[in-house]
């Protein structure tokens, strides 16, 4: 989250999803094996940037047997025009 326009919104505000399954930032979740895609719900006034970590930029990731993985978005806020 970058709040360096005068945005004041924290992560809770994005929700999350696995598949369009809700999921909680910052908390593990279990998945079977697959292919999965992450998504958000972004807000007026802030940007998304594009999916990081062990996700590709549009939010994929495959997870095998026994897989840990994290996948992470940065939001930032823009300027008022």
């Known amino acids: 989250m970058i709040n360096d326009d005068g ?4 992560v809770t505000a994005f929700p999350l999803f696995v598949n369009g399954q809700p999921v909680r930032s910052g908390v593990a979740t279990s998945f079977a094996p697959g292919t999965y895609t992450a998504s958000e719900q972004n807000q007026p ?6 999916w990081s970590g ?10 095998g047997p026994d897989e840990h993985k994290v996948c992470r978005i940065t939001n930032d806020d823009q ?3």
């Open 7 to 10: 945005g004041t919104l924290q």
């Open 79 to 81: 300027p008022c025009n």
């Open 45 to 50: 006034g802030y940007s998304a940037g594009t």
């Open 54 to 63: 062990d996700c590709t930029p549009g939010g994929q990731v495959i997870l």
